[in-house]
């Protein structure tokens, strides 16, 4: 983890750091192999691109290790492979079918926790290659559909909340003509996803119908009248309970030094944070389509710039100058220019 503290000065030296992450990936011993997972996916996550650009040196040793007894391992695997796929751009496209076939594999044969991280690289794989994912589309979103629709345990709300953010990666690389006969039915499976117990999944819908009101525009309104409920819902939600406070007391976020805790958060305070990128999303796609909500859901935005989130805070102002955005968009406002108009 030295890398986050540093990416600047180790970005020079990225070439040396994956030889030696080479290395570890072909270690005979299982526990250099799963370090050198985790250093992988720790790396791409600082320096995607620059570690990208070495994918003939390390897909080949991913694609062994996935082969792997070690379910451990393999799990590392898949998370690295998730990770380094951001950053190969449209090179996955010449590992595509070996990686389709390989995430297929899993998606029918693995352990319950490797699958949710399967359907991730597919989504990964998807958004990397575009249209030269169309292929695999009709397979794959059948798949998607039906982790959706799963309900149980923990594991099974896990694989739906990732097939519910798959879903719009696919849609996104697919585009609205391949996708539209299935969005009434995703759309279904996602609101029927925000009715259950799971933070998360109320987190993975909200981020579905941003990605889904950018792809299909206007034509996304329709859905706003079930979709604006939830946002009220959410945004509404109060927070005092989670601090042991009435309903009426503020969270003190000094600590005994007077020091801001900045980085405080909660479960519910990460929904609304999702909640309130989705709104902006909403309304920039759907323009006058949304008017109908935005009285409502902006006072709710203004109330949350007081947030005790610093998160909540920034995505609140993000979404409000998008509103003042979208306003002048929809009026359609003459472009401004600089300086004042001097009297004839």
């Excluded at 076939?101 to 490797?114: A, F």
């Excluded at 329709?222 to 009220?232: E, G, N, R, T, V």
């Excluded at 902006?280 to 006058?288: H, I, K, P």
Aim: aromatic share 6%; net charge negative; hydrophobic share 40%.
């Amino acid at each position: 983890n030295v890398i986050e503290g540093c990416v600047d000065y180790t970005r020079t030296g990225t070439s040396e750091i994956i030889a030696i992450i080479c290395a570890g990936l072909g270690d005979s011993d299982a526990r250099v192999r799963s370090a050198s997972c985790v250093a992988l996916a720790t790396v791409s996550n600082e320096l995607s691109e620059e570690v990208g650009e070495h994918h003939e040196e390390l897909v080949p040793l991913i694609f062994n290790i996935l082969n792997d007894s070690n379910m451990t391992i393999v799990k590392y695997a898949l998370t690295a492979l998730d990770v380094i796929i951001e950053g190969m751009g449209d090179s996955v496209v010449r590992y595509l079918r070996d990686l389709m076939l390989r995430m297929v594999v899993v998606l029918e044969t693995g352990t319950d926790d490797l699958k949710p991280l399967a359907l991730s690289v597919i989504g990964s794989v998807a958004h990397s290659s575009g249209q030269a994912f169309g292929p695999y589309f009709d397979e794959v979103i059948a798949r998607i559909k039906h982790a959706m629709a799963l309900t149980g345990d923990d594991d099974a709300m896990a694989l739906r909340g990732v097939a519910t953010d798959t879903a719009a990666t696919v849609a996104e690389a697919a585009g609205k003509e391949a996708f539209s006969p299935h969005l009434e039915e995703t759309m279904k499976l996602a609101l029927q996803g925000m009715e259950l117990e799971s933070p998360n999944l109320r987190e993975c819908g909200y981020c579905y119908f941003g990605v889904m009101s950018r792809v299909f525009g206007s034509d996304f309104t329709p859905f706003l009248s079930h979709i604006a409920p939830q946002l009220l819902q959410t945004l509404r939600i109060d927070e005092s309970s989670a601090f042991g406070l009435e309903a009426d007391e503020e969270p003190d976020m000094d600590d005994e030094d007077g020091q801001g805790q900045l980085g405080m958060s909660t479960a519910v305070a990460d929904e609304k944070e999702v909640a309130i990128d989705a709104v902006g999303e909403l309304f920039a796609s759907t323009t006058s389509g949304f008017l109908p909500y935005v009285e409502d859901i902006a006072k709710e935005l203004v109330a949350l710039l007081d947030h005790y989130s610093d998160s909540v805070r920034k995505s609140a102002v993000g979404s409000l100058f998008t509103f003042i955005r979208t306003f002048g968009k929809i009026g359609n406002a003459e472009k401004w220019q600089a300086g004042v108009p001097l009297p004839n």
